[in-house]
């Protein structure tokens, strides 16, 4: 009988592309995922993927089992779902994935208030910026700025974060807006809506640094670095910063709270999704709508 194991690892091979991609998104080693993949193929005796020198590439029939293998793979998971759903009681670990700006931001302090809440709930709560699967298991509960298409999944707007312009009050050009000095986002988001917001405003003027994250956005401002984009939330509550405003567009990101159909009325899931909707809520720069 085949291994749900090999076949895991089979999947991870195909999806990634290399033996070492898959190996990473596994979280095993390089001569594991081999050894799987060759224990699949010696026990249905076919070949499934040609190992080239840079990659692996399925041939015909690997691309045939690999189509049997994401069915197998959904059924896993959702029989995991269902298993989960089964658990009433107020315990367990639950999985919240959301934006790094707001775990960093607004949803780790507010910890001991669920903790006390829900002293039995264990909440993993994962910074992500990338998109997670609900339906491979990879989070039981997410939060994102675009919504989410994944089916199965139950979406809902819990409000919206704005941005605005802001530099340290002792920034030296303040008063010049000519000489203003940006700092943006890196190449990971080199396409975000935010990214072309703020490149739009400083037209022609020179960006002198490019960061990854809000977090490193807002030491940077407060070291007088130069002006950027921070989401009101955060530049609002720090009072070694001004908001600056040059006719600047009005800019804001949605913000989706997103859970599988087959979770969304499991109590301790129920008390996470509870849990991200009063913190939004307490902020009176979101705007829950």
């Known amino acids: 009988m085949v291994d749900w194991e090999d076949i895991r690892h089979f999947l991870a091979v ?95 302090e507010r910890l001991t208030r669920f903790r006390a809440e829900y002293p039995d709930i264990r909440l993993s709560l994962s910074a992500q910026a990338q998109r997670v699967s609900l339906s491979r298991r990879e989070a039981d509960v997410a939060v994102r700025f675009v919504r989410p298409d994944e089916t199965g999944s139950v979406t809902r707007k819990i409000g919206t974060m704005a941005f605005g312009l802001y530099a340290h009050r002792s920034y030296a050009h303040l008063a010049a807006p000519e000489r203003w000095e940006f700092i943006a986002w890196d190449q990971t988001f080199a396409d975000t809506p935010a990214q072309s917001w703020l490149l739009g405003i400083a037209g022609g003027r020179p960006v002198v640094c490019e960061l990854t994250y809000s977090s490193e956005h807002l030491i940077a401002v407060r070291a007088g670095v130069g002006v950027a984009a921070l989401p009101c939330f955060i530049g609002e509550r720090d009072r070694d910063l001004v908001r600056i405003e040059e006719g600047a567009p009005y800019f804001a990101r949605d913000i989706w709270l997103v859970v599988h159909g087959d979770l969304q009325k499991t109590p301790a899931v129920r008390a996470v999704m509870d849990f991200v909707l009063a913190v939004v809520s307490d902020y009176p720069n979101l705007a829950v709508r």
């Open 14 to 108: 195909a999806q990634s592309g290399t033996l070492s991609g898959a190996a990473r998104g596994l979280k095993v080693d390089h001569a594991t995922v081999s050894r799987r993949l060759a224990a699949l193929e010696a026990e249905l005796d076919v070949k499934l993927v040609d190992r080239l020198p840079r990659s692996c590439r399925l041939t015909s029939l690997g691309r045939q089992v690999f189509e049997r293998a994401l069915e197998m793979e959904t059924s896993a998971h959702s029989i995991a779902r269902l298993a989960k759903a089964a658990h009433v009681p107020l315990f367990g670990r639950i999985t919240l994935s959301a934006p790094p700006v707001l775990v960093t931001h607004l949803l780790t």
